[in-house]
């Protein structure tokens, strides 16, 4: 059975839990320049470089997947959010992208694997891969609209080097999240799809949106109905939301993506809105209550957390959605659907 397959298959039977924010949890651990830098040798400061510790300092985030395991989570998704090589070259560490997430990948396959060896529960590892700091859509330089950053090719050849690390060190999907910019998420599914071409395989995709504003865009303009149509080529194992706000102000816009996508949704949202010292505050008990109204609704398939989610959030959602049967995925008439920063629906 392919990992797509057995996702589905365990997808059928409840709704499951991806696991919560990590870097939040790294931040709890008060750690210094010296555990971030460990004797690799870079020569920039590597403090607050979270995906470097899978090399300097494993052993933090492997408690930190154990503890979402012991909650009940079923999915692991990689400490590798900006494990690529234009976010690396801030700290000096891109030469390192290819090692960082072999063993990222790695570490949570194993211990996927040891949980789902305890009581025969297949556990799964996502491979996280972030949108990077730059955006193929938007220009940096108010006084010239047409300069780019970064283009396309570089940033496709960008994500098929960590996707095939990730897949390399047992990711059994590729995480493509917090998409603010729908045409650098667009390139991540081209870096997918030449790696499935590569090994000659299902590299199954999925896909998370953050939306910058109220109104359900994201940075890029794009609707979430404009996002779907954008993206549904893909075939995403899942298609979701993540980090924006907190549960309440996702509550429209989940109810919109899973009425109209005929895949599994998935939905992380934060623990609330940030208070003005950054922290989050919302209760493990408030986040879980907010999402079981999406699952009582029928309108999720998996749930979890980002910013500011802890275990104990992640144990509270699995207690309020238990016995909760999971959303029905929906058959779609057939219609030529189109986005520009709109959903066009063109009749059959």
């Not at 025969?120 to 220009?139: D, H, M, Q, Y």
């Not at 000659?200 to 996002?227: C, K, Q, W």
């Not at 309108?299 to 699995?318: D, K, M």
Request: some cysteine; charged content about 25%.
């Amino acid at each position: 059975m392919t990992a797509r397959e057995s996702f589905n298959k365990e997808a059928a039977k409840r709704i499951l839990i991806t696991d919560g924010a990590f870097g939040t949890e790294i931040q709890g651990w008060k750690l210094g320049e010296e555990d971030y830098a460990g004797n690799l040798g870079l020569s920039k400061e590597q403090k607050g470089n979270n995906d470097i510790l899978a090399l300097t300092k494993p052993e933090v985030p492997e408690a930190i997947h154990r503890a979402y395991f012991e909650a009940g989570a079923d999915i692991a998704e990689t400490n590798t959010f900006s494990a690529n090589r234009i976010s690396q070259a801030d700290y000096g560490a891109e030469g390192l992208v290819r090692e960082i997430n072999l063993e990222s990948a790695g570490l949570a396959r194993r211990l996927a694997d040891e949980f789902a060896a305890k009581d025969g529960r297949p556990r799964f590892v996502a491979g996280a891969i972030g949108p990077t700091n730059k955006t193929l859509s938007l220009s940096p330089d108010v006084n010239d609209p047409g300069f780019r950053e970064i283009g396309w090719d570089e940033l496709v050849d960008v994500y098929r080097e960590q996707a095939a690390a990730l897949v390399e060190g047992g990711a059994d999907f590729i995480l493509i999240e917090t998409v603010f910019d729908t045409l650098n998420a667009k390139a991540g599914i081209m870096a997918v799809k030449h790696l499935e071409q590569d090994l000659g395989r299902d590299v199954p995709i999925m896909l998370s949106m953050t939306l910058t504003d109220l109104s359900g865009r994201n940075l890029s303009g794009h609707t979430v109905e404009a996002f779907w149509h954008s993206v549904r080529h893909a075939r995403p194992v899942t298609i979701g939301l993540n980090c924006s706000f907190g549960a309440e102000q996702l509550r429209p816009h989940v109810k919109v993506l899973s009425e109209i996508a005929d895949t599994l949704i998935m939905v992380y949202p934060n623990a609330g809105l940030p208070n003005e010292l950054g922290a989050y505050d919302e209760l493990p008990e408030r986040t879980a209550s907010l999402v079981r109204e999406w699952a009582e609704a029928g309108q999720v398939n998996v749930l979890g957390g980002c910013c500011g989610s802890t275990p104990a959030h992640i144990a509270a959602i699995v207690r309020a959605v238990e016995g909760i049967a999971p959303r029905k995925v929906p058959t779609l008439d057939h219609a030529t659907r189109l986005a520009g920063l709109e959903p066009f629906t063109m009749a059959a």
